[in-house]
C-alpha cells in the first residue's frame, strides 16, 4: 500500500510565496514520476508540474516562470514552489505519483488527499 501525503498548503497574498510538499510512503515501490495538479471550485482538475525521477519536468503554461517542481530521489518527496502567486492559483492542489508496486512492470498512478491553496488580499 502506496500513500501520497501533502502538506504547506494555506492562505497567502497576492505576490507571495508558498512551498508544497508531498511524500510517498509505503514499501515495495519504486517511483517514476511525481507531479501536482489542482483544481479550482467549478473547474476541472489540471496538470500543474510533473516530474520524473530522472529530472525532466513539464509545467502548465499557466505557471511557468512562477512554479518551479523538484524532487528529493532518496526521501521519496517532491516539492512545488509557487512564487508571484495571484488569486486564480487558487485551487485544492494534489500530489500525483506513477509507481511500480512490488516489481510489478506496470505503473499505478496514486493521488494524495489534496491540500489547500487560497491565494487572496
Known amino acids: 500500500q502506496v500513500h501520497l501525503v501533502e502538506s504547506g498548503g494555506g492562505l497567502v497574498q497576492p505576490g507571495g510565496s508558498l512551498r508544497l510538499s508531498c511524500v510517498a510512503s509505503?514499501?515495495?515501490?519504486?517511483?517514476?514520476?511525481m507531479g501536482w495538479y489542482r483544481q479550482a471550485p467549478g473547474k476541472e482538475r489540471e496538470l500543474v508540474a510533473t516530474?520524473?525521477?530522472?529530472?525532466?519536468?513539464d509545467y502548465a503554461d499557466s505557471v511557468q516562470g512562477r512554479f518551479t517542481i523538484s524532487r528529493d530521489n532518496a526521501k521519496n518527496t517532491v516539492y512545488l514552489q509557487m512564487n508571484s502567486l495571484k488569486p486564480e492559483d487558487t485551487a485544492v492542489y494534489y500530489c500525483?505519483?506513477?509507481?511500480?508496486?512490488?516489481?510489478?512492470?506496470?505503473?499505478?498512478?496514486?493521488w494524495g488527499q489534496g491540500t489547500q491553496v487560497t491565494v487572496s488580499s
Open positions: 500525483n505519483g506513477r509507481l511500480r508496486v512490488d516489481y510489478n512492470r506496470i505503473l499505478i498512478t496514486y
Open positions: 509505503g514499501s515495495g515501490f519504486s517511483i517514476n514520476a
Open positions: 516530474i520524473t525521477w530522472g529530472g525532466g519536468t
